[in-house]
């Protein structure tokens, strides 16, 4: 009968929801929490439903200070440990990932979100130098093409050229200074080109998102490596000069080091192919690029003449 009045006291207090906590009739010393995320009680730690933490109180600058510290130092799912793991294990870690071992790695789309953002803040740092640069150049490419001693079609037709490969520097330019942009929304295309060359047994065995987890941490290695070439730059802008012609080699080298394992491929045979796949993916981005260039020049700069 006792009984039956306290657990009617429950109902009530589960009904209403307004106490968080239940002393169980048993166990007077065991707590019983209500968790503040879905409302499932138990009397561990965490919550089994949802997985949220019994100690969730108020915001504290404590707690954010703390959470803050722990995404990058927290050996579970931490920012320092997936990039250390990235650096040391890449193949093992993507593999890791495909085969369920996820909690302890920093996901690769965020991880890429993340360093994307560390770009930026670089970017708007020593981005503005390399403009000016940039420009600079320009001009004396153009002053080098005007006194030719030819005939009128000619001239027109080599102007015309110039046009073009002008406006295709200023696309390449955009590409530059877009980087961020033009990375998220070419994934796509990585994708595209890494399952054309990465063999038709791997396409047959690995679903597509599981292609773009390598592609994720594939290309936080190379924008890690734009980073430090934005670093360079603020010291010596012909060091950051050659460091940008590596960025092919770079990428070339992090999808060799993410896909091997995964591929089941030798270290120069994931090379070679990806190689192809990243000429591939230049070459479609350059047509679409050149196609646009054209298009803009016939529809905008021609139709104005
Ligand atoms: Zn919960």
Not at 32 to 38: A, D, I, S, V, Y
């Amino acid at each position: 009968m006792e009984n039956e009045i306290q657990n009617k006291a429950q109902i009530d207090e589960i009904q209403t929801g307004s106490q968080t906590e239940i002393q169980p009739e048993t166990h007077p010393e065991v707590k019983t929490h209500k968790c503040l995320n879905c409302g499932t009680e138990f009397e561990r730690n965490f919550c089994p439903e949802c997985g949220q933490s019994a100690d969730s109180g108020r915001f504290t600058m404590r707690f954010i200070f703390e959470n803050l510290v722990a995404a990058f130092t927290s050996k579970d799912g931490g920012i320092w440990f997936t990039l250390k793991n990235l650096f040391t294990r890449p193949g093992a870690m993507v593999v890791d990932m495909l085969n369920g071992k996820r909690r302890s790695y920093f996901s690769p789309f965020p991880m890429l979100f993340f360093v994307l953002t560390v770009y930026i803040l670089l970017f708007t740092l020593t981005g503005s130098r390399g403009e000016i640069k940039e420009l600079e150049r320009e001009y004396l490419e153009t002053e080098e093409t005007i006194d030719l001693n030819l005939d009128e079609k000619t001239q027109k037709s080599l102007a015309r050229a110039n046009e073009i490969q002008k406006l295709f520097g200023q696309g390449v330019r955009l590409y530059n200074n877009h980087y961020t942009a033009v990375t998220m929304l070419t994934i796509p295309l990585f994708l595209f080109a890494t399952r054309a060359w990465y063999g038709k047994s791997n396409r047959k065995r690995y679903y597509r998102a599981e292609y773009l987890v390598a592609i994720a941490y594939s290309m936080v290695i190379v924008v890690l490596y734009r980073c430090l070439t934005s670093l360079v730059f603020l010291f010596s802008d012909d060091v950051e000069d050659t460091m940008l012609n590596f960025i092919p080699l770079v990428t070339i080298a992090a999808f060799t080091a993410c896909f091997r394992r995964m591929l089941g491929f030798s270290i120069a045979k994931t090379a070679w192919r990806s190689l192809l796949a990243l000429g591939l993916y230049y070459i479609i981005l350059g047509t679409l690029l050149l196609t646009i260039c054209i298009g803009l020049y016939f529809f905008l700069i021609a139709g104005r003449q």
